[in-house]
Protein backbone atom coordinates (compact mmCIF):
# COMPACT_ATOMS: atom_id res chain seq x y z
CA UNK A 1 0.00 0.00 0.00
CA UNK A 2 0.86 3.58 -0.33
CA UNK A 3 2.25 5.50 2.46
CA UNK A 4 1.05 7.81 3.94
CA UNK A 5 2.14 11.14 4.58
CA UNK A 6 3.31 11.29 8.83
CA UNK A 7 0.67 12.61 11.10
CA UNK A 8 2.03 15.49 14.07
CA UNK A 9 1.05 14.57 17.41
CA UNK A 10 -1.86 15.17 18.78
CA UNK A 11 -2.31 17.57 21.64
CA UNK A 12 -5.20 17.19 24.65
CA UNK A 13 -7.55 19.27 22.15
CA UNK A 14 -8.36 16.75 19.69
CA UNK A 15 -9.54 13.96 22.67
CA UNK A 16 -12.93 13.30 21.49
CA UNK A 17 -12.11 12.91 17.78
CA UNK A 18 -12.38 9.64 16.03
CA UNK A 19 -8.86 8.07 15.56
CA UNK A 20 -10.06 6.81 12.16
CA UNK A 21 -8.95 10.40 11.02
CA UNK A 22 -5.42 9.83 12.46
CA UNK A 23 -4.43 5.85 11.44
CA UNK A 24 -1.84 4.49 9.58
CA UNK A 25 -2.44 2.63 5.80
CA UNK A 26 1.41 2.36 4.99
CA UNK A 27 0.90 -1.48 6.61
CA UNK A 28 1.52 -4.88 4.61
CA UNK A 29 -0.59 -7.48 5.73
CA UNK A 30 0.38 -11.09 6.34
CA UNK A 31 -1.80 -14.11 4.29
CA UNK A 32 -2.74 -16.07 7.33
CA UNK A 33 -2.57 -19.11 3.92
CA UNK A 34 0.95 -18.87 3.39
CA UNK A 35 4.32 -19.90 4.51
CA UNK A 36 7.08 -17.42 6.07
CA UNK A 37 8.93 -17.77 3.09
CA UNK A 38 6.51 -16.89 0.57
CA UNK A 39 5.02 -13.71 3.12
CA UNK A 40 9.14 -12.33 3.23
CA UNK A 41 9.27 -12.61 -0.68
CA UNK A 42 6.22 -10.17 -0.90
CA UNK A 43 7.54 -7.84 1.75
CA UNK A 44 11.23 -7.50 0.21
CA UNK A 45 8.62 -6.62 -3.17
CA UNK A 46 6.66 -3.92 -1.73
CA UNK A 47 7.60 -0.52 0.07
CA UNK A 48 6.93 -0.77 3.83
CA UNK A 49 6.78 2.01 6.26
CA UNK A 50 8.83 3.46 8.32
CA UNK A 51 8.01 1.95 11.93
CA UNK A 52 7.02 -1.66 11.72
CA UNK A 53 6.96 -3.77 14.95
CA UNK A 54 4.19 -6.25 14.76
CA UNK A 55 2.76 -7.69 10.88
CA UNK A 56 -1.17 -8.17 11.32
CA UNK A 57 -2.49 -11.70 9.93
CA UNK A 58 -5.89 -11.12 7.44
CA UNK A 59 -7.73 -13.64 5.53
CA UNK A 60 -8.34 -13.92 2.02
CA UNK A 61 -11.36 -10.98 2.35
CA UNK A 62 -9.23 -8.88 4.56
CA UNK A 63 -10.37 -9.61 8.28
CA UNK A 64 -7.65 -9.39 11.16
CA UNK A 65 -7.17 -12.89 12.27
CA UNK A 66 -3.76 -12.57 14.03
CA UNK A 67 -0.36 -10.71 14.69
CA UNK A 68 2.91 -11.39 14.12
CA UNK A 69 6.27 -9.68 16.01
CA UNK A 70 8.74 -8.52 13.40
CA UNK A 71 11.07 -11.06 15.39
CA UNK A 72 9.22 -14.24 15.24
CA UNK A 73 8.29 -13.75 11.36
CA UNK A 74 12.89 -13.06 10.66
CA UNK A 75 13.50 -16.30 13.00
CA UNK A 76 10.81 -18.77 11.64
CA UNK A 77 11.13 -21.78 9.25
CA UNK A 78 11.02 -20.15 5.98
CA UNK A 79 7.86 -23.39 5.15
CA UNK A 80 6.03 -23.26 8.65
CA UNK A 81 2.71 -21.14 7.95
CA UNK A 82 2.47 -17.55 8.76
CA UNK A 83 -1.12 -19.06 10.96
CA UNK A 84 1.13 -21.67 12.80
CA UNK A 85 3.42 -18.50 14.66
CA UNK A 86 0.65 -15.63 14.45
CA UNK A 87 -0.68 -15.07 17.59
CA UNK A 88 -4.60 -15.19 17.21
CA UNK A 89 -5.40 -12.86 20.50
CA UNK A 90 -5.00 -9.36 18.81
CA UNK A 91 -6.16 -6.06 20.81
CA UNK A 92 -7.72 -3.44 18.36
CA UNK A 93 -9.53 -0.16 17.86
CA UNK A 94 -12.85 0.03 16.34
CA UNK A 95 -12.99 2.34 13.40
CA UNK A 96 -15.63 4.42 16.02
CA UNK A 97 -13.25 5.00 18.73
CA UNK A 98 -12.12 8.39 20.34
CA UNK A 99 -8.45 9.80 20.68
CA UNK A 100 -9.29 9.45 24.24
CA UNK A 101 -10.18 5.77 23.82
CA UNK A 102 -7.03 4.76 21.59
CA UNK A 103 -4.71 6.90 24.40
CA UNK A 104 -6.93 4.38 27.23
CA UNK A 105 -5.43 1.36 25.47
CA UNK A 106 -1.85 2.60 24.92
CA UNK A 107 -1.68 3.90 28.54
CA UNK A 108 -2.59 0.47 30.04
CA UNK A 109 -1.49 -1.70 27.69
CA UNK A 110 1.92 -0.49 26.64
CA UNK A 111 1.25 -1.66 23.20
CA UNK A 112 3.48 -0.10 20.33
CA UNK A 113 1.07 -0.03 17.47
CA UNK A 114 -3.05 -0.50 17.44
CA UNK A 115 -4.72 -2.29 14.28
CA UNK A 116 -8.07 -0.27 13.56
CA UNK A 117 -10.95 -2.49 12.19
CA UNK A 118 -14.57 -1.82 11.50
CA UNK A 119 -17.62 -3.69 12.66
CA UNK A 120 -17.05 -6.59 10.55
CA UNK A 121 -12.91 -7.12 11.82
CA UNK A 122 -12.07 -5.80 8.32
CA UNK A 123 -8.12 -3.78 8.99
CA UNK A 124 -8.11 -0.66 8.00
CA UNK A 125 -5.30 0.93 9.20
CA UNK A 126 -3.21 0.73 12.60
CA UNK A 127 -2.68 3.63 14.85
CA UNK A 128 0.88 4.35 16.11
CA UNK A 129 1.88 5.38 19.59
CA UNK A 130 3.72 7.66 18.34
CA UNK A 131 1.16 9.69 17.33
CA UNK A 132 0.36 10.50 21.07
CA UNK A 133 2.27 12.95 23.23
CA UNK A 134 2.78 13.10 26.94
CA UNK A 135 0.45 16.02 26.91
CA UNK A 136 -2.67 13.87 25.68
CA UNK A 137 -2.46 11.34 28.27
CA UNK A 138 -2.03 13.62 31.05
CA UNK A 139 -4.16 15.59 29.86
CA UNK A 140 -6.69 12.78 30.23
CA UNK A 141 -6.04 11.83 33.36
CA UNK A 142 -6.39 15.44 34.82
CA UNK A 143 -9.86 15.68 32.88
CA UNK A 144 -11.27 12.50 34.67
CA UNK A 145 -9.64 13.72 38.35
CA UNK A 146 -12.26 17.06 37.33
CA UNK A 147 -14.86 15.56 36.06
CA UNK A 148 -15.50 12.84 39.00
CA UNK A 149 -16.33 16.48 40.58
CA UNK A 150 -18.72 17.65 38.16
CA UNK A 151 -16.24 19.89 36.08
CA UNK A 152 -15.42 19.97 32.36
CA UNK A 153 -11.44 20.32 32.37
CA UNK A 154 -11.59 23.22 29.49
CA UNK A 155 -8.99 25.95 30.01
CA UNK A 156 -9.20 29.64 28.99
CA UNK A 157 -13.09 29.70 30.09
CA UNK A 158 -14.80 33.54 30.98
CA UNK A 159 -16.72 33.48 34.17
CA UNK A 160 -19.99 33.13 33.03
CA UNK A 161 -18.78 30.03 31.02
CA UNK A 162 -17.14 28.70 33.78
CA UNK A 163 -20.60 29.22 35.80
CA UNK A 164 -22.37 27.47 33.38
CA UNK A 165 -20.00 24.61 33.26
CA UNK A 166 -20.07 23.69 36.81
CA UNK A 167 -23.44 25.08 38.08
CA UNK A 168 -25.63 22.30 36.75
CA UNK A 169 -23.90 19.73 38.63
CA UNK A 170 -23.39 21.46 42.12
CA UNK A 171 -27.28 21.34 41.63
CA UNK A 172 -27.09 17.50 42.86
CA UNK A 173 -25.44 18.80 45.57
CA UNK A 174 -28.16 21.07 46.84
CA UNK A 175 -30.84 18.25 45.77
CA UNK A 176 -29.11 16.07 47.69
CA UNK A 177 -28.49 18.05 50.98
CA UNK A 178 -31.80 19.19 50.98
CA UNK A 179 -33.39 15.71 50.83
CA UNK A 180 -30.88 14.65 53.26
CA UNK A 181 -31.76 17.79 55.38
CA UNK A 182 -35.76 16.59 54.79
CA UNK A 183 -34.91 13.20 55.51
CA UNK A 184 -33.73 14.48 59.14
CA UNK A 185 -36.29 16.35 59.82
CA UNK A 186 -38.72 13.23 59.94
CA UNK A 187 -36.62 12.16 62.53
CA UNK A 188 -36.45 15.46 64.72
CA UNK A 189 -38.04 13.71 67.36
CA UNK A 190 -35.43 10.98 68.13
CA UNK A 191 -32.84 13.40 68.12
CA UNK A 192 -34.34 15.32 70.64
CA UNK A 193 -34.26 12.30 72.60
CA UNK A 194 -31.40 10.61 71.86
CA UNK A 195 -28.95 13.49 71.10
CA UNK A 196 -25.95 11.73 70.89
CA UNK A 197 -27.06 10.61 67.70
CA UNK A 198 -26.46 13.47 65.94
CA UNK A 199 -22.60 13.89 66.71
CA UNK A 200 -21.72 10.65 64.69
CA UNK A 201 -23.63 11.61 61.26
CA UNK A 202 -20.60 13.13 59.76
CA UNK A 203 -18.50 10.28 60.36
CA UNK A 204 -21.06 8.06 58.72
CA UNK A 205 -21.67 9.73 55.93
CA UNK A 206 -18.44 10.41 54.71
CA UNK A 207 -17.29 6.91 54.86
CA UNK A 208 -20.57 5.96 52.55
CA UNK A 209 -19.26 9.02 50.17
CA UNK A 210 -15.54 7.70 50.00
CA UNK A 211 -16.51 4.11 48.92
CA UNK A 212 -19.34 5.00 46.40
CA UNK A 213 -16.71 7.15 45.04
CA UNK A 214 -14.03 4.25 45.14
CA UNK A 215 -16.63 2.33 43.44
CA UNK A 216 -17.29 5.06 40.53
CA UNK A 217 -13.72 4.74 39.81
CA UNK A 218 -12.82 1.06 39.69
CA UNK A 219 -16.59 1.34 37.50
CA UNK A 220 -15.03 3.50 35.47
CA UNK A 221 -11.94 2.06 34.66
CA UNK A 222 -13.48 -1.26 33.87
CA UNK A 223 -15.97 0.25 31.32
CA UNK A 224 -12.91 1.49 29.39
CA UNK A 225 -10.92 -1.27 29.26
CA UNK A 226 -10.47 -3.50 26.25
CA UNK A 227 -12.93 -6.00 27.29
CA UNK A 228 -15.68 -3.36 28.67
CA UNK A 229 -19.23 -4.29 29.11
CA UNK A 230 -22.15 -2.49 28.71
CA UNK A 231 -22.90 -3.55 32.13
CA UNK A 232 -20.39 -5.09 34.77
CA UNK A 233 -20.90 -8.71 35.02
CA UNK A 234 -22.75 -10.05 38.02
CA UNK A 235 -19.21 -11.22 39.57
CA UNK A 236 -17.45 -7.85 39.41
CA UNK A 237 -20.23 -6.84 41.25
CA UNK A 238 -20.70 -9.37 44.11
CA UNK A 239 -16.69 -9.10 44.12
CA UNK A 240 -17.74 -5.45 44.79
CA UNK A 241 -20.40 -5.96 47.41
CA UNK A 242 -17.70 -9.25 49.28
CA UNK A 243 -15.23 -5.74 49.46
CA UNK A 244 -17.90 -3.37 50.63
CA UNK A 245 -18.89 -6.19 52.99
CA UNK A 246 -15.08 -6.01 54.59
CA UNK A 247 -14.98 -2.30 54.86
CA UNK A 248 -18.46 -1.74 56.23
CA UNK A 249 -17.58 -4.44 59.05
CA UNK A 250 -14.06 -2.94 59.91
CA UNK A 251 -15.20 0.80 59.73
CA UNK A 252 -18.34 0.36 60.97
CA UNK A 253 -16.12 -2.14 64.10
CA UNK A 254 -13.87 0.84 64.74
CA UNK A 255 -16.53 3.67 64.73
CA UNK A 256 -19.02 1.66 66.83
CA UNK A 257 -16.78 0.46 69.06
CA UNK A 258 -15.82 4.10 69.76
CA UNK A 259 -18.88 5.60 70.14
CA UNK A 260 -19.74 2.21 72.53
CA UNK A 261 -16.89 3.44 74.98
CA UNK A 262 -16.71 6.90 74.85
CA UNK A 263 -20.98 6.72 75.08
CA UNK A 264 -21.08 3.84 77.44
CA UNK A 265 -23.87 2.04 75.53
CA UNK A 266 -23.60 -0.94 73.08
CA UNK A 267 -26.43 -0.84 71.37
CA UNK A 268 -25.37 2.72 69.88
CA UNK A 269 -22.35 1.08 68.81
CA UNK A 270 -24.22 -2.02 67.14
CA UNK A 271 -26.39 0.88 65.59
CA UNK A 272 -23.55 2.91 64.09
CA UNK A 273 -21.91 -0.71 62.96
CA UNK A 274 -24.91 -1.99 61.02
CA UNK A 275 -25.01 1.62 59.55
CA UNK A 276 -22.17 2.03 58.19
CA UNK A 277 -21.86 -1.59 56.75
CA UNK A 278 -25.05 -1.49 54.77
CA UNK A 279 -24.36 1.95 53.70
CA UNK A 280 -21.13 1.28 52.15
CA UNK A 281 -22.30 -2.00 50.57
CA UNK A 282 -25.48 0.23 49.50
CA UNK A 283 -23.34 3.45 48.35
CA UNK A 284 -20.65 0.91 46.38
CA UNK A 285 -23.61 -0.80 43.85
CA UNK A 286 -24.83 2.80 43.47
CA UNK A 287 -20.89 3.51 42.42
CA UNK A 288 -21.22 0.94 39.80
CA UNK A 289 -24.47 0.56 38.26
CA UNK A 290 -24.94 4.52 37.98
CA UNK A 291 -21.73 4.79 35.97
CA UNK A 292 -22.93 1.70 34.10
CA UNK A 293 -26.05 2.95 33.34
CA UNK A 294 -25.24 6.03 32.16
CA UNK A 295 -22.77 4.41 29.80
CA UNK A 296 -25.61 2.27 28.36
CA UNK A 297 -27.82 5.35 27.50
CA UNK A 298 -24.74 6.70 26.09
CA UNK A 299 -24.42 9.59 28.06
CA UNK A 300 -20.54 10.67 29.74
CA UNK A 301 -20.52 8.43 32.85
CA UNK A 302 -17.74 10.24 34.28
CA UNK A 303 -19.17 13.80 34.34
CA UNK A 304 -22.51 12.53 35.84
CA UNK A 305 -21.68 9.75 38.38
CA UNK A 306 -20.10 11.50 41.02
CA UNK A 307 -22.21 14.33 42.32
CA UNK A 308 -25.65 11.65 41.81
CA UNK A 309 -23.91 8.77 43.43
CA UNK A 310 -22.62 11.12 46.07
CA UNK A 311 -26.10 12.19 47.13
CA UNK A 312 -27.80 8.81 46.95
CA UNK A 313 -25.38 7.39 49.25
CA UNK A 314 -26.18 10.17 51.68
CA UNK A 315 -30.15 9.81 51.68
CA UNK A 316 -29.74 5.64 51.60
CA UNK A 317 -27.05 6.08 54.46
CA UNK A 318 -29.27 8.58 56.58
CA UNK A 319 -32.58 6.17 56.08
CA UNK A 320 -30.17 2.85 57.51
CA UNK A 321 -28.38 5.23 60.27
CA UNK A 322 -32.23 6.63 61.72
CA UNK A 323 -34.09 3.41 60.61
CA UNK A 324 -31.29 1.01 62.79
CA UNK A 325 -31.33 3.51 65.50
CA UNK A 326 -35.15 3.23 65.92
CA UNK A 327 -35.10 -0.49 65.70
CA UNK A 328 -32.10 -0.97 68.04
CA UNK A 329 -32.25 2.41 70.79
CA UNK A 330 -36.02 2.24 71.15
CA UNK A 331 -35.64 -0.74 73.75
Request: glycine share 8%; aromatic share 8%; proline share 5%.
Amino acid sequence: MAGMRSTPPLDSQHLDDLIFQYIRRDFVPLRIDVTVGEALRSLRSQELGEKIVYFYVVDAEGCLKGIVPTRRLLMSDPDALVAAIMSPKVLSLPAWATVRDASDLFLEHRFMALPVVDSENHLHGIVDVSLFTDQVSEARVAEEAFQLIGIHLVTGLGPLAGFKDRFPWLTANIAGGLLAAFVTSLYESMLDAVVVLALFIPVVLALAESVSIQSVTLTLQSLRGPEQAVIPKGRSISKEIVTALMLGLACGGVVGGAASLWQGSWPLGLMITGAITLSMITASVFGIVLPATLHWLRRDPTIAAGPIVLALADLVTLLFYFNLAGMLLAA
